[in-house]
């Protein structure tokens, strides 16, 4: 009854106030109940951040790169001579022996060459058969007449005559030699010519290109054309893979490499790498004023069953080290620093959080990188610490100066 009475007399009160300020008491009403809920009534507060433990594991180091297949023995078939393709006998994939004819040259040309290179060398050793004859008679009269004027026979003059004649003889015989020399060298070359009018497979191999038809003209000169490319032997063959610089360092020759091919998406095969090449290439973009540097690595292929074509491109996984049972974090933990801490840092570190303690950080040093998790070899960690990842209400800022992986890994 007491509180009906009560109720009445507020209701009758709160009735009597005028409207602006049952407004206002319906207003300090609503703030007190929305502070009270606020308080009382709150969802329990989530976690500032995401952590994960420090655990003990397996972890491997592998480079991935990727390049060509190709034979590890090319040759290519040039044309020494110009002229028209009169025919080709060989096309792409062509198995030839050493000595097998491929194709023919138009030998009109040259053959009319060899044939005028032909007659002037017979006619230049008639001329020196005709200037022996004629040196061997100046010789013999000058040595008469040598001996008929050590006897007052004949007069200075006369012998003089004959010395002329014998020394005019012995020019024409010398003239004469390198007349023939010269014709025999242009018959030579002529039948050189003629001989390089047929295009022969200087190996055993296959054509892997082709690269004139018939009727089309060729013309030799400072540079050779090419004609065919040929691969020695299909059976053995080779990756040429480039690798950054962060990356080749660790790559030794004889470590196997496992490859994959886009013409064969469910198998892996493997290489073994044969070398190692100090010779680099460095590459730019037009976005960029940096350069890339890479290597060349060669990794030897077995093509016993002929799966691989020339010109496939590889992708390439070697494992270059692993290690047992050591500390590792998630990369993402190496990455991290909180989004109110404005600090730089020159050093490689880790986010620790511990029961009742504010965020710290641990300098640490690294061995292994993997895809997901990285070694610890040094610093104030233990299997079981947690270490902050990322936070849950902000992104995390990547400050904590951890050298970044050279190429891809896993």
């Known amino acids: 009854m007491k509180k009906e009475n009560l109720f009445k007399r507020i209701w009758k009160k709160f009735t009597s106030l005028s409207w602006w300020k049952k407004l206002l008491l319906l207003a300090v009403i ?40 190709n034979p590890v023995n090319t040759t290519t078939v040039g044309a020494l001579v110009s002229g028209e393709i009169l025919k080709i006998l060989v096309d792409y994939n062509t198995p030839v022996k050493k000595g097998d004819l491929m194709a023919i040259i138009d030998p009109t040309q040259t053959q009319a060459d060899y044939n005028q290179a032909v007659a002037s060398l017979s006619s230049a050793k008639e001329s020196l058969a005709a200037a022996k004859i004629s040196y061997d008679l100046a010789k013999l009269n000058r040595s008469r007449y040598q001996e008929l004027y050590a006897k007052e026979y004949v007069s200075k003059s006369s012998l003089e005559e004959y010395e002329l004649a014998y020394v005019n003889a012995k020019s024409a015989l010398n003239s004469a030699e390198s007349s023939v020399i010269q014709a025999q060298s242009r018959m030579d070359s002529a039948k050189k010519d003629l001989d390089n009018t047929q295009i022969i497979s200087p190996i055993d191999g296959m054509v892997l290109s ?24 299909l059976t053995k063959m080779q990756i040429e893979a480039k690798v950054s610089e962060a990356d080749v360092v660790k790559i030794k020759e004889g470590q196997t490499a496992d490859f994959t091919l886009d013409g064969y998406p469910d198998e892996k095969f493997q290489g073994t790498v044969r070398q190692v090449r100090t010779n680099y290439v460095s590459t730019s973009s037009n976005s960029s004023s940096s350069s890339n540097t890479t290597y060349t690595v060669v990794i030897d292929v077995d093509n016993e069953n002929g799966k691989f074509m020339p010109g496939m491109t590889a992708t390439i996984t070697i494992r270059t080290q692993d290690k047992k049972d050591v500390l590792l974090v998630p990369n993402e933990a190496l990455r991290f620093s909180p989004s109110s801490n404005m600090e730089k840092y020159t050093t490689t570190g880790l986010w620790l959080l511990e029961p009742g303690k504010e965020p710290h950080r641990v300098d640490v040093k690294i061995g292994i990188i993997g895809s997901d998790k990285t070694e610890i070899t040094e610093g104030d960690v233990k299997d079981g610490d947690r270490v902050i990842v990322r936070e849950n209400n902000t992104a995390a800022q990547v400050s904590s100066g951890m050298p970044r992986p050279g190429g891809r890994r896993r």
């Open 210 to 233: 082709k690269s004139v038809s018939e009727g089309q003209s060729l013309t030799s000169g400072f540079s050779t054309p090419e004609l065919f490319v040929l691969a020695q032997d």
């Open 30 to 69: 609503l703030l007190a109940a929305y502070f009270v809920k606020a308080h009382f009534f709150a969802a329990p507060k989530a976690p500032q951040f995401r952590t994960a433990k420090i655990k003990k594991g397996d972890i491997v180091e592998l480079v991935e790169a990727s390049g060509p297949i």
